[in-house]
């Protein structure tokens, strides 16, 4: 791929952070704002004698563990984030190809040597890869102002502090954990987002209820038709277990990527979005 | 000379309504052609076949590239301006001209800023936040800095005031006409460009009325103001048009001898607008 | 062929709801799928701090034991 190529794929990914910041960064923003005020407002409450006792405790139980081996207890605090990324995501990847036809924008980008391929592809990266970065710098953010507090607190509850430097560490292994599991649940639900871009890309109005109208129709007439429920099964194995989206563990990132359903479920994801690709040249 | 686009047959339905039926169209190299018809001829369905934003039926060619197939190949080579707005609203002035700088190989970030500099346009504003008038000298600036063959505008100036539709022109012509790169506008606004024109086709119910070099025009068309005495030998050469002008009658005619029209009057090419009208109305009278 | 699929974008949608629907019937087929819930080794999941503190229990009698073979900490 030519160095100009890379520029090219830039100037996409750096279109979509721009275009939409209210997603990639505001979102997020919002909600580690809403945690910080809330666990203010909740200490503020304690009785202070309970809260140097809490911190103590707290100091003892992190103290000289393996940031990795803690790590995955800081994933669940993340979940609120993994929610909101997931929302933020099916809105972008629903409005990503349907947005600009409806304002007209469309013609201008495509007045640009940037093909079909290209433009889909860079949306694909944009959520799965790039949107996690902003949303994993904002949580260590939260993180760094919530360290910073507690040890304002800790000192001036004169209370031992080293563990909570090990508490820090671990934050900070689940951010990379974070990320991993963000990118692990994009390739797992390739799919899902496929079948969110083809009808984003396909609807002349209401890309959502097309999306999700015609997903209750081709279950029901597989049914009809095959007198199977595979879509549906398939769909469930899918969404079952939440296990499915967390990798609390480095040594399990290869297992996921490669396992036969994760693998499958590209090639699905690969159909749906060749489809929303030759969509893009239906553009009236 | 060779042709930059050659066309022929191009069809295109939108459900029950015929857009384009059978349009053949040959636009040569360096020309500066106008399409001209009125509202709903086909002309902004035409010039999207052409850049590959509209998919039609039929033979079709440009600058070497079918614009149906690698549409992202020709726009290296070809750009386009619309009527309606279609800059990306939210993104702010700067962020448009780094994409374009970033995503064109034909880019010239240097004179993208100098036209730039001589508009009032901040750099920091979003796009939704422009004028019109802005909107079209940015659009206008960004694809005058793009090395291409080919410039293709749909109804450009549609909604500007004066001054913005005379600086486009302006600048089209002296800051980016050279001799070697063909445009392609669309109006219904015919007056407005009549001068600049080299090239001329005129459109109508999805077909093509006209299709001629201006200067093969003033041996094809004329005009001529009619005596009164002569209005029977007038009629009898088949005019494909008759209008009062100033108490006397004015015939225009297509592909009839000048010798043969001489004895009338004296004799002059139809203006562009003029050529129109007498278009329009013999295709509506059959 | 390639006419008829990319004729309109409701021909082209067809054709991929059509292969996409053809692909999970016959996997489906194949591999003989029920529900599956795919299951992944997580000693984490069901953390919680009582865990934690069983956990940490375990973690200091073991960095215990090995203090006591006089490793270093």
């Known amino acids: 791929m030519g160095k100009f190529a890379i520029f090219q794929f830039y100037a996409l990914l750096r279109r979509e952070v721009q275009e939409h910041r209210n997603l990639f960064i505001g979102a997020p923003a919002v909600v580690a704002l809403l945690i910080l005020v809330a666990s203010i407002w909740v200490i503020t409450r304690i009785d202070q004698q309970q809260l140097a006792e809490g911190l103590r405790y707290v100091s003892v139980v992190f103290d000289g563990l393996s940031p990795f081996d803690m790590a995955p207890f800081f994933m669940l605090l993340a979940i609120p984030f993994f929610l909101t990324l997931f929302i933020c995501s099916v809105i972008y990847l629903i409005n990503t190809l349907y947005q600009d036809r409806k304002e007209m924008s469309v013609l201008f980008w495509q007045s640009m040597p940037v093909s079909n391929l290209q433009t ?69 639900l390739l799919p899902t987002i496929g ?43 899918r969404t079952a277990d939440p296990n499915q989206y967390l990798i609390f563990e480095f040594s399990s990132l290869f297992e996921r990527i490669f396992d036969y359903d994760t693998l499958f479920g590209v090639l699905v994801g690969s159909i749906l979005i060749a489809g929303a690709v030759f969509m893009r040249r239906f553009i009236d | ?236 050469l088949g005019p494909i048009h008759v209008r009062e002008f100033l108490g006397k009658k004015s015939y225009t005619y297509e592909s009839v001898p000048r010798a043969q029209l001489a004895e009338l009057g004296e004799l002059h090419t139809p203006s562009v607008a003029d050529l129109f009208v007498a278009k329009m109305k013999e295709a509506k009278n059959g | 062929m390639k006419n008829t699929v990319l004729r309109n974008r409701y021909t082209l949608l067809l054709t991929t709801l059509i292969v996409y629907m053809v692909v999970l019937v016959a996997e489906g087929v194949i591999t003989d799928r029920e529900v599956r819930r795919v299951e992944f080794e997580n000693p984490y999941f069901d953390l919680n701090l009582n865990d934690l503190e069983e956990f940490r229990e375990r973690r200091n009698n073991n960095s215990n034991t090995r203090r006591e073979d006089g490793g270093d900490v």
């Not at chain 1, 507090?149 to 974070?178: E, N």
């Open chain 2, 1 to 236: 000379m060779t042709n930059i686009v050659e066309a022929k047959g191009l069809s295109k339905t939108y459900g029950s309504f015929t857009a384009l039926d059978g349009v053949d169209l040959s636009i040569p190299s360096g020309a500066i052609s106008g399409l001209i018809g009125p509202n709903g001829a086909g002309k902004t369905t035409t010039l999207k076949a052409l850049t590959g934003l509209c998919d039609v039926e039929g033979e079709l060619s440009v600058a070497g590239r079918d614009p149906r197939r690698a549409r992202h190949k020709l726009m290296e080579d070809v750009c386009f301006i619309a009527d309606v707005g279609i800059l990306p609203k939210w993104l702010k002035v700067f962020q448009v001209i780094d994409y374009v700088e970033a995503v064109h190989p034909r880019f010239d970030r240097v004179k993208a800023d100098k036209f730039l500099g001589t508009t009032d346009i901040p750099s920091n504003k979003r796009i939704k936040d422009l004028s019109k008038g802005m909107v079209t000298q940015l659009h206008l600036a960004l694809v005058m800095a793009i090395e291409v063959q080919l410039l293709v505008l749909d109804e450009p100036t549609l909604g500007l005031d004066i001054i913005y539709r005379k600086e486009f022109y302006d600048r089209l012509l002296n800051d980016y006409y050279d001799g070697n790169r063909t445009i392609i506008i669309s109006t219904h606004q015919v007056e407005e460009i009549e001068t600049l024109l080299s090239h001329l086709v005129f459109i109508n119910k999805g077909k093509i009325v006209l299709d001629s070099l201006m200067t093969e025009l003033s041996e094809i068309y004329f005009e001529v103001l009619v005596a009164p005495d002569k209005l029977g030998q007038a009629d009898a």
């Open chain 1, 195 to 237: 079948w969110l871009l083809l009808f984003s890309a396909f609807a002349r109005k209401t890309p959502l209820l097309w999306s999700v109208g015609v997903f209750i129709l081709v279950g029901f007439l597989e049914d009809f038709i095959f007198g199977t429920q595979y879509l549906g099964n398939w769909v469930a194995s």
């Open chain 1, 120 to 188: 889909v592809i860079s949306k694909i990266v944009a959520i799965s890869v790039v949107a996690p970065i902003f949303y994993v710098l904002i949580i260590f953010a939260m993180y760094l102002v919530a360290m910073i507090w507690l040890t304002i607190l800790g000192i001036t509850h004169d209370v031992d502090l080293v563990g909570i430097g090990w508490m820090f560490l671990a934050a900070i292994v689940s951010l990379i954990l974070t990320y991993l599991s963000a990118i692990v649940t994009s390739l797992w």
